[in-house]
């Protein structure tokens, strides 16, 4: 049965594009809910743009600005994705990661959902979903930010960890330390303080620079050399490799032949909390198999960020160590890669067939 108000109307919201609205169901986009609501003149209801329900026919939708003007034309709320609630957990994202950023300390899930409205194992649900971190995470990822740009203003390491939310100094390596990589002091400028040795070796894929500080492989790339390694890290000491090198230039060595059979090297590599937690999917995935971005975006915390995703793939510090080649596009073809499609795929070939 049609909806009689909408079907004689032949413009609902001359302010909303309705291709890119229509797009934007296709793609049961997140970051669009809140922005229009979706009426259905079958069904008579209206939805969220990202509701899992079955899309309907291009020709039985119209868009309207909220649920109170679809409400108006005689639509009622999907009882599934509840558009209605949209404004409403927008909302209370907003205050909580208001009350994140004013806490002293991590709050624990219980009072953020508290202050929220909401009951804690609804909300974290509902804010990774829309931020792509928990509510902890969010706040271990702002605190190491805040610390980040007290460094680079010139802060002692001491101060500025204080400044950022820290109880002491050892809280902030126990947390932090894996995603840093390098020592606090490097945030200043460029990989000021930080010494990092490097060297580059013949593959059958071609020259290879491996480059690494105290704590792990910082940069494993091809068709580089020390000029690229020093325009990365322009304040770092950058020396030749040494015998201290051995282990970690062997353990490459194998990771290109032997892709399939990867050795468990130490890493020391940063990105965004967005691009970490791509590369920790790219991990995930078994030798030999693949993953779309699309996948990876969702695995991520942010179905929507799928081309954020492509760009975190192109991000990747050190090529193979985190597969960046296991990622392709959603119509099974390879997308890019940064050292060269070629390489890419021989790669896949050889997990493939070990």
């Known amino acids: 049965m049609r909806c009689p108000h909408i079907d004689a109307m032949t413009q609902i919201d001359s302010l909303i594009d309705s291709d890119e609205a229509w797009s934007a169901i296709l793609k049961r986009d997140r970051s669009r809910d809140g922005d229009f609501v979706t009426g259905v003149l079958?069904?008579?209801?209206?939805?969220?743009?990202?509701?899992?329900?079955?899309?309907?026919?291009?020709?039985?939708?119209?868009?309207?600005?909220?649920?109170?003007a679809a409400r108006a034309t005689g639509l009622r709320p999907c009882l599934r994705c509840r558009p209605d609630e949209a404004a409403r957990d927008e909302a209370a994202i907003a205050k909580a990661t208001a009350f994140i950023a004013a806490s002293e300390t991590i709050p624990s899930l219980e009072e953020i959902a508290q202050t929220a409205g909401y009951a804690p194992h609804h909300f974290h649900r509902l804010f990774k979903r829309a931020t792509g971190l928990t509510p902890s995470g969010y706040a271990r990822a702002l605190?190491?930010?805040?610390?980040?740009?007290a460094l680079a203003e010139g802060a002692s390491i001491t101060a500025a960890l204080y400044d950022a939310g820290y109880s002491a100094p050892s809280r902030f390596y126990a947390e932090s330390g894996k995603r840093l990589g390098m020592a606090p002091s490097a945030w200043r400028k460029g990989g000021e303080g930080a010494t990092i040795r490097w060297a580059t070796v013949e593959t059958s894929l071609g020259i290879m620079l491996i480059a690494a500080t105290d704590k792990g492989i910082c940069r494993l790339s091809f068709d580089e050399g020390e000029a690229e390694l020093r325009a990365r890290f322009p304040n770092a000491e950058i020396?030749?490799?040494?015998?201290?090198?051995?282990?970690?230039?062997?353990?490459?060595?194998?990771?290109?032949?032997w892709p399939a059979n990867m050795p468990n090297l130490p890493l020391d590599v940063k990105g965004t909390a967005f691009q970490e937690a791509v590369w920790?999917?790219?991990?995930?995935?078994?030798?030999?198999?693949t993953a779309t971005y699309a996948a990876l975006a969702s695995r991520a915390g942010n179905p929507a960020a799928v081309r954020a995703t492509g760009s975190a793939c192109g991000a990747n510090p050190v090529a193979i160590l985190i597969p960046c080649h296991r990622a392709k596009r959603t119509d099974g073809t390879l997308g890019g890669y940064a050292y060269g499609l070629d390489r890419k795929e021989k790669l896949l070939e050889r997990e493939a067939g070990d």
């Open 42 to 68: 079958t069904t008579g209801i209206y939805c969220r743009p990202s509701c899992a329900a079955r899309h309907p026919a291009r020709e039985n939708v119209r868009f309207f600005s909220d649920g109170a």
């Open 143 to 149: 605190r190491v930010k805040r610390a980040e740009e």
């Open 239 to 257: 020396v030749r490799g040494s015998e201290v090198m051995k282990h970690l230039i062997e353990g490459a060595i194998a990771a290109v032949e």
């Open 280 to 289: 920790r999917e790219l991990s995930r995935i078994p030798a030999g198999e």
